[in-house]
């Protein structure tokens, strides 16, 4: 019998920007860019008052070029480096792609400056013209921070520092998290792997990765420590002299969202812990025979669910079916990901774990990086990620200026990718021990993102209110990690002294501050959005929800969700939410007393 040949998984190829880093045509964009700067301050600095209206939109336009140029050679270095980070060639040519790009921008410090000294009255008039009006959204976004501007010597000096201060700091914590090692039985496993051991069907292996976890974290805790200190002073500092009151402020101003709507959400979400985290995990310890569930076995398979593995092939077929249901306008756009070496799959030596959309705004198509080894939770992250693919191909049409990454809406289209894919598994099941473990594993996500989420925003304010006062110590920070950590789990987890120091894996943290209540913040927009979608009295909903796709970057959210008569300024909003994963556990309870015996292990 012939031997059966083992299907390679997909990687992608990312020629479509560049042929690889000796390409010519990087130098050549290099310096298109370095002229295009200098030509456009020498061309523009000063004088904006006094452009008309046909002459306004020309910058506007030909700073939309620079931006693109400078977009792909950012992401094509940074996807070149993040399946091989152990690679000295790919890591020193990000670095040397950030600095340049960093240098040949200060020629354009002036530019929001001078946008934000336009009188509005100017402005309004400016607007007449359609093509002014074109990239009011990126006009609007630039004059938010007028009052937080600095002097131009100073911008172009935080410009240039960056990539020796929080830039850096950055960089050292992704080499450090990717080099490292975890032994297991005398077998080594990168971060990837020794996670996805948390999901196997023996307890033994779930405890041994985790507590392995655990000691590399703690080994770890004193470089990761001092990094943290330096990005969150880093921070500090700069927020201090543009005068934002509080460490979240600026992150949120980028988002067009109060302080005020963030805090419900936190407030709201933590008033529902023992609703829905507590009441999980009293669950899913009876389902796992123990009184207590240990940290590392929260996400762990249920004994009586099967362990399925799912192929490739089989996970595409599923995720791109459960797309076309919904919409056939949005599986056309999917199915671009699979017919195109656009997502790179397999975990390997040396790549970023976890997964991620990315693309250089709207000049090239977008890319995803999964680490795949064909569990459930595999199928649903596929599902995530591609709804971000989907989102940035539906925004292509915006433009480079107007476009930006909203943390809060950024994260809508992924979880509701996830949604559909998890509702079309499980309506085909009879009231099963397995679609209990289905539910139970969906609720499990939801409380990662909607509630664990908002658990890791208290460690990270915490973290940064208390920074302002002096340098937090290892102890310090272990102490607020288990705090926040055993609020949010409840009584049913145990939170030990061995899970303390599990805050440093936590990559968010570092390389992009405050985003993480970001993904409670979509998770119960998606859960409302989800719930309008099934009562039906939204006309039309496929269509006016890959519309509002297409608008995210552009509109407030009042405006953007109006047509779903849902307003997240409104506090009951949350709680709207966050209901219909409490009825997720009102099932699980339904099917727990149903299934009785059966769910025995």
């Known amino acids: 019998m012939a031997k059966k040949v083992k299907k390679e998984l997909p990687a992608w190829d990312l020629s479509d920007m560049y042929k690889g880093v000796n390409d010519p045509k990087v130098k050549k964009d290099l310096e298109t860019l370095r002229k295009g700067n200098l030509a456009f301050a020498k061309k523009y600095k000063g004088k904006i008052i006094t452009l008309s209206a046909s002459d306004f939109a020309k910058m506007l336009q030909e700073k939309e070029k620079l931006s693109d140029i400078g977009a792909v050679l950012g992401e094509f270095a940074y996807l070149n480096m993040v399946t091989q980070m152990q690679n000295k060639e790919a890591t020193g040519f990000y670095q040397n792609i950030s600095e340049k790009l960093t240098e040949y921008s200060k020629p354009l410090v002036f530019w929001g400056l001078e946008l934000n000294k336009l009188p509005e009255a100017h402005l309004k008039e400016l607007y007449q013209n359609d093509k002014v009006a074109f990239y009011k959204p990126f006009l609007t976004r630039v004059r938010r921070f007028k009052k937080y501007e600095l002097s131009e010597e100073v911008e172009e000096i935080l410009m240039e520092k960056s990539i020796t201060s929080s830039d850096a700091w950055v960089r050292l914590y992704e080499e450090t998290c990717s080099r490292l090692k975890f032994y297991i039985d005398g077998k080594e496993y990168n971060d990837a792997e020794i996670t996805k051991l948390l999901l196997d069907k023996d307890p033994k292996i779930r405890e041994k990765a985790g507590l392995e976890i655990g000691r590399v974290s703690k080994e770890n805790t004193p470089l990761l420590t001092l990094i943290y200190n330096?990005?969150?002073?880093?921070?500090?500092?700069?927020?201090?002299?543009?005068?934002?009151?509080?460490?979240?402020?600026?992150?949120?101003?980028?988002?067009?969202?109060?302080?005020?709507?963030?805090?419900?959400?936190?407030?709201?979400?933590?008033?529902?812990?023992?609703?829905?985290?507590?009441?999980?995990?009293?669950?899913?310890?009876?389902?796992?025979?123990?009184?207590?569930?240990?940290?590392?076995?929260?996400?762990?398979?249920?004994?009586?669910?099967?362990?399925?593995?799912?192929?490739?092939?089989?996970?595409?077929?599923?995720?791109?079916?459960?797309?076309?249901?919904?919409?056939?306008?949005?599986?056309?756009?999917?199915?671009?990901?699979?017919?195109?070496?656009?997502?790179?799959?397999?975990?390997?030596?040396?790549?970023?774990?976890?997964?991620?959309?990315?693309?250089?705004?709207?000049?090239?198509?977008?890319?995803?990086?999964?680490?795949?080894?064909?569990?459930?939770?595999?199928?649903?992250?596929?599902?995530?990620?591609?709804?971000?693919?989907?989102?940035?191909?539906?925004?292509?049409?915006?433009?480079?200026?107007?476009?930006?990454?909203?943390?809060?809406?950024?994260?809508?289209?992924?979880?509701?990718?996830?949604?559909?894919?998890?509702?079309?598994?499980?309506?085909?099941?009879?009231?099963?021990?397995?679609?209990?473990?289905?539910?139970?594993?969906?609720?499990?996500?939801?409380?990662?993102?909607?509630?664990?989420?908002?658990?890791?925003?208290f460690f990270e304010t915490r973290a940064h209110d208390e920074r302002r006062n002096g340098e937090l110590s290892e102890d310090r920070l272990a102490q607020i990690w288990l705090e926040e950590m055993r609020a949010s789990l409840g009584k049913y987890v145990e939170v030990s002294d061995d899970n303390a120091h599990i805050w440093n894996q936590i990559g968010h943290f570092f390389f992009r501050p405050f985003y993480v209540y970001a993904y409670s913040f979509a998770d119960c927009l998606v859960n409302s959005l989800y719930q309008v979608s099934q009562e039906g009295k939204v006309k039309d909903f496929p269509d006016k929800y890959l519309h509002m796709l297409t608008q995210t970057a552009l509109m407030d959210y009042d405006k953007l969700f109006k047509p779903f008569g849902l307003n997240p300024n409104d506090a009951d909003f949350w709680n709207k939410g966050l209901s219909l994963i409490s009825s997720y556990i009102d099932e699980l309870e339904r099917l727990d007393k149903k299934l009785g015996k059966q769910l025995k292990a």
């Open 230 to 457: 330096m990005i969150i002073k880093d921070k500090a500092i700069e927020d201090v002299k543009r005068g934002f009151k509080t460490p979240v402020s600026a992150p949120n101003l980028g988002e067009n969202v109060s302080d005020k709507v963030v805090e419900t959400l936190a407030e709201t979400v933590r008033k529902n812990y023992a609703n829905i985290s507590h009441r999980f995990y009293k669950l899913k310890a009876k389902w796992l025979g123990v009184k207590k569930i240990q940290y590392w076995d929260r996400n762990a398979p249920l004994p009586f669910a099967k362990d399925t593995h799912y192929t490739w092939d089989e996970s595409v077929k599923i995720v791109l079916n459960a797309y076309k249901e919904f919409s056939p306008k949005l599986y056309d756009i999917a199915k671009n990901f699979f017919e195109n070496n656009w997502i790179d799959v397999p975990p390997r030596q040396g790549k970023r774990s976890g997964a991620f959309a990315a693309s250089a705004g709207t000049a090239t198509h977008p890319y995803l990086l999964l680490n795949f080894v064909g569990k459930q939770n595999d199928v649903l992250t596929l599902a995530h990620e591609l709804g971000h693919g989907c989102h940035m191909m539906s925004r292509r049409q915006n433009g480079q200026l107007n476009e930006t990454s909203r943390m809060t809406t950024e994260e809508v289209a992924s979880v509701f990718g996830e949604m559909m894919t998890f509702q079309s598994m499980v309506r085909s099941m009879p009231d099963s021990p397995e679609k209990l473990a289905l539910i139970a594993g969906k609720v499990s996500d939801m409380i990662n993102t909607a509630v664990r989420q908002i658990a890791f925003h």
